[in-house]
């Protein structure tokens, strides 16, 4: 099946600064690849996604690329700021059961 | 707000008991997922139902069994419970308007087993 690997599993950065999280993934299937963000005991937050038939996606700080030769896309913020601080987790989808597997999460604090 | 509901949002019980959880898609969508998350884990996928019939299974136990009704909204009964079975529970749905990857989740039943 599907596996789906994270890094790095903490990132701390300066507010203004810019964060990258990194994924791969197993199953060259997959064509579909969304980012969530989950803050403290609340729901993953879908972000930002893109698909396979595209390299790279914007939404105004954020942007995800993917590189489908090597298996693996990133997440890309901007200018962070300190409500960015969460833990985000990459996912792949595969099949058409739209099953998501997802990365073991990245936990991002924006500090001051 | 992602349109999902679930309910409880808490729900404390003791070993070998049964509980029942249960989720209420977005307004129009016919995807249903079940996902658990334990204490500093990811989300691991247990099941999809689609338009009321099973679609996709993860790592779901035998003790644990789910359905989706006519109305779409889903339920998952966990049985002969565990204290490893301690988790955030969540349900996503997506289907809207033919579009079926996008996934919403919803704000997840806290199930503590003592």
């Known amino acids: 099946g599907e596996n789906v690997e994270q890094h790095p599993s903490t990132l701390s950065v300066q507010e203004g600064d810019s964060a990258v999280i990194k994924c791969t993934y197993s199953d060259s299937a997959s064509n579909y690849f969304p980012w969530y963000k989950q803050e403290l005991g609340k729901r993953p937050q879908l972000i930002i996604d893109i698909r396979s038939n595209v390299g790279e996606k914007k939404d105004q700080r954020i942007a995800v690329t993917l590189n489908k030769t090597a298996k693996h896309f990133s997440l890309h913020i901007t200018e962070t700021q300190p409500e960015d601080s969460a833990v985000y987790f990459c996912?792949?989808?595969?099949?058409?059961?739209?099953?998501?597997?997802f990365g073991t999460g990245t936990r991002l604090q924006v500090t001051l | 707000d992602s349109g999902v509901t679930q309910t409880p949002k808490h729900l404390i019980t003791a070993t070998g008991q049964r509980v029942t959880l249960r989720c209420s898609p977005r307004?129009?969508?016919?995807?249903v997922y079940w996902y658990q998350q334990s204490l500093d884990q990811g989300l691991q996928f247990l099941i999809q139902?689609?338009?009321?019939?099973?679609?996709a299974k993860g790592n779901i136990l035998e003790r644990f069994s789910a359905q989706q009704f006519p109305d779409l909204h889903s339920e998952l009964n966990l049985s002969s419970l565990e204290l490893g079975d301690s988790a955030l529970y969540f349900c996503?749905?997506?289907?809207?308007?033919?579009?079926?990857?996008?996934?919403?989740f919803g704000p997840g039943t806290r199930l503590t087993v003592t």
């Open positions: 996912a792949a989808l595969t099949g058409t059961a739209s099953k998501l597997t």
């Open positions: 996503a749905s997506s289907g809207r308007q033919g579009v079926t990857y996008e996934q919403y």
């Open positions: 307004s129009g969508d016919l995807s």
């Open positions: 139902y689609y338009n009321g019939e099973e679609r």
